[in-house]
């Protein structure tokens, strides 16, 4: 009962002290506060081999799983501090736990955002500064994880975030503020707590264990970047924390043996794994599982023969001690440095390198230790916690005021869509290489007008395919829903071409917006029906006139997708049903596929599709793929041969669309750095036509009697690539062409399909 002066009833207080007495009991020689060097070593250990991977030091092709490593080693020192200071007083002091982790991590993290984000203001474009502005954010409010596995990007995608490693401290973070609350939850049972503590970190380990093997399955990006399929790895550095004492038991011998093992298991992982490895998932258990035999066979009572002989070496100690300001400062210089100047030697990503070492040692020095160890801070924790949401506030701050203060993306000034002017071009006079076709097209014009030369049509079609002979088309017969061949349409869009070239002002009214070119999808990826990596099962979706007699396949990968809004406008006019067949990175030749899920996935996908090819039978099928995908000419000649022979003979119609040319950079970034000189991003013909992999497909279509369709003429001319046509921003990446620029090539496709639908 509590007096009327508030004081609290000395029931309460002997009931608090007899359950403290019990938490004391529970833990009692548990937790030991000795400072271990064979941890150190290992700290050391974990970030030299993800500095490595960074660098790109191909033998070094699992380092990535150094940031396993830190997680163990974390999850095993943060529950230590936590069972001592329980062991210690019954109890935690949350504010001042969560003030500890704020003066240790929360000011070297700080200032790397902020130098990163000023940084970023010199070196990068104001689109990509953008973004690095939101990550800003994301990482000072301890989310970054979330925010790339929403982007499904990786460290050597196209222009990585310098702020991309936040992702581990943020999953760091997120612990730090849950598992304290836990082991403070279990208190209310006293006599039972070590017990129910080890339950707890048993079964949340496995839960994470089965959470990680199912989304690295299903959702890997989410498994990679969040906490969920992480929690595992750091509650097994809590298990060793509760357990280890129980070591002391074991023969130093064995004990050095097995770390030892723990030490080789590491390298298997480092030198073994790669890019193809099925990551977390139960890859994770063998460099988790071996950090936590290098733990437990060190400590008290550890054999001097065991790892610690090597990680006690004064390099392992110096490099461990600066571990966390290295991994921070590591990354962001060698992202920016090639975001700025393009993609540099080993011997320069070595010398940024060590410029950003530097700059660790020197954040330790003047940072990190004067604020950790300030006693001022330490002697109450609302000051640690002030200092940490000051820090963080700074970092929203940055990222806001920086995101806002971008310059325009755009040169001020709208521009006119584009038109195929048909009158410019003249009229053939002989009989055109393919059947004529219906168009019914907005920004076709129709007025009279000079003539220009016309320029060969860019479909092939087998010498045992007759071709129909056409009266020479008019602008008004198109107008009017006419015909209209594909050499005379290529020839007008040359003209547009020609034109798009001399255009240095991005338009205020571009379609798609640079900001918002990299999310300029097909609605079929709304509809779910592009499959992921993951994914091997066929969706088939149907489209246009759904149940037709008339029905024609879309076939392929992601470049496969980005034609769908002009043959899905093509089978509404034209009364076909149109069925799309799409997985993205997978191709549809069957060649080799440097990516472990994707060759498992894809050649499973692929006779999925040959199943439903046989039993649909569909008029037609139009295949097509990225050429970008890593197999020489005479794998993917043999591969697309395999494919072709398998498809040709359940339809009676094949056409095998030609990928376009990519761009040489990626417009919408390049663009928003040259705002008013956009012919800067054009890209030269010879550097990106694809001509060595069209001319392989255009030899295996002809085999089986099909029709190749060369898209390069559609995007070039005979020497540059434009990326802006009129108001139509024509990338929405570096080879993945937007919605608008899909619809504005449909007269170009529907002529290239003419005779077929």
């Known amino acids: 009962m509590t007096s009327a002066g508030g004081l609290i009833s000395p029931r309460r207080v002997t009931a608090d002290a007899r359950r403290r007495r019990a938490v004391r009991r529970q833990l009692d020689g548990v937790a030991s506060g000795s400072f271990r060097a064979d941890v150190e070593g290992l700290r050391a250990v974990a970030v030299v081999v993800v500095v490595l991977f960074h660098l790109r030091i191909d033998v070094v092709s699992g380092g990535y799983v150094g940031v396993d490593v830190f997680f163990v080693v974390s999850g095993y020192l943060i529950t230590r501090l936590l069972l001592r200071e329980l062991a210690d007083d019954g109890s935690i002091s949350l504010p001042g736990f969560w003030a500890r982790r704020a003066r240790r991590l929360l000011p070297a993290s700080a200032l790397v955002l902020l130098v990163t984000v000023a940084a970023g203001r010199v070196m990068l474009s104001p689109l990509a500064m953008r973004t690095l502005a939101g990550d800003a954010v994301a990482a000072g409010a301890f ?49 039972q707590y070590r017990r129910l503590l080890a339950v707890v970190i048993g079964a949340g380990i496995l839960i994470s264990l089965l959470a990680s093997v199912w989304m690295t399955s299903h959702r890997p990006t989410e498994a990679y970047y969040l906490l969920p ?137 003047f940072i990190e230790a004067p604020v950790r160890h300030s006693s001022w801070l330490a002697v109450r924790p609302a000051r640690g916690l002030a200092l940490g949401a000051s820090l963080c506030a700074a970092a929203l701050v940055a990222g806001t005021v920086a995101g806002s203060g971008t310059s325009r993306l755009d040169g001020g000034e709208a521009a006119a869509a584009p038109v195929l002017d048909l009158s410019v071009v003249a009229a053939p006079t002989t009989a055109t290489p393919v059947a004529p076709v219906g168009i019914v097209q907005p920004g076709v014009a129709t007025a009279p007008g000079p003539t220009v030369p016309d320029t060969t049509s860019a479909v092939t079609t087998p010498t045992t395919t007759p071709t129909t002979g056409v009266s020479p088309v008019t602008p008004a017969a198109l107008a009017a829903g006419g015909t209209a061949d594909l050499a005379t349409l290529v020839a007008a869009n040359r003209a547009v071409l020609d034109a798009a070239l001399t255009v240095d002002d991005v338009p205020s009214n571009l379609q798609p917006s640079l900001a918002a070119a990299g999310n300029d999808k097909a609605s079929i990826y709304a509809d779910d029906c592009v499959a992921i990596g993951v994914e091997s099962d066929l969706t088939p979706c149907r489209y246009g006139a759904v149940g037709s007699a008339t029905s024609v396949v879309l076939y392929g990968d992601s470049h496969a997708a980005q034609w769908f809004p ?79 022979a398998r498809v040709a003979q359940h339809t009676a119609n094949l056409v095998v669309l030609g990928d376009n040319p990519p761009s040489s950079r990626n417009p919408a970034d390049c663009l928003s750095a040259h705002v008013t000189s956009a012919s800067a991003c054009n890209s030269d013909r010879a550097d990106v036509a694809p001509t060595s992999r069209h001319e392989v497909e255009r030899a295996v279509t002809a085999r089986y009697g099909g029709r190749f369709v060369d898209t390069t003429d559609w995007l070039c001319t005979a020497t540059e690539c434009p990326v802006i046509l009129g108001d139509i921003l024509l990338f929405r990446d570096a080879d993945h062409l937007t919605t608008a620029a899909a619809v504005w090539f449909r007269p170009l496709l529907q002529a290239a399909l003419a005779g077929i639908v």
């Open 143 to 191: 989310v970054s994880n979330f925010v790339f596995a929403g982007r499904e990007t990786g460290y050597f995608a196209d222009a990585p975030s310098p702020l991309l490693h936040f992702w581990s401290l943020a999953v760091e973070e997120q612990f730090y503020l849950l598992w304290p609350l836990v082991l403070v939850a279990l208190t209310r049972r006293p006599r």
């Open 566 to 644: 002009a043959l899905e406008a093509i089978a509404n006019d034209r009364g076909f049903e149109l069925v799309v067949l799409t997985k993205g990175g997978c191709p549809t030749a069957a060649v080799s596929i440097p990516t472990n899920t994707l060759s498992r996935t894809c050649p499973v996908w692929r006779d999925a599709v040959i199943d439903f090819l046989a039993t649909e039978r569909p008029d037609a099928v139009i295949v097509t793929a990225w050429a970008g995908y890593p197999n020489d000419d005479d794998e993917w000649a043999a591969g697309f041969d395999d494919t072709l």
């Open 229 to 365: 399929a992480r929690m595992g790895e750091l509650l097994c550095g809590a298990a060793v924390a509760l357990v280890g004492p129980a070591w002391r038991t074991v023969a130093p011998g064995v004990r050095a043996v097995l770390g030892w093992f723990g030490i080789a298991g590491i390298a298997v992982a480092v030198f073994g794994y790669d890019d193809t490895t099925r990551f977390p998932g139960t890859a994770a258990l063998l460099p988790v599982l071996s950090t936590v035999l290098v733990l437990a066979a060190g400590g008290d009572g550890g054999p001097a023969t065991g790892p610690v002989v090597a990680l006690r070496h004064p390099v392992a100690q110096w490099i461990g001690k600066h571990s966390y300001a290295i991994y921070l400062w590591h990354w962001p210089p060698l992202v920016l440095a090639e975001a700025r100047y393009g993609e540099q030697p080993l011997g320069v990503r070595v010398v940024i390198l060590a410029g950003a070492v530097g700059l660790a040692v020197a954040s330790v020095r």
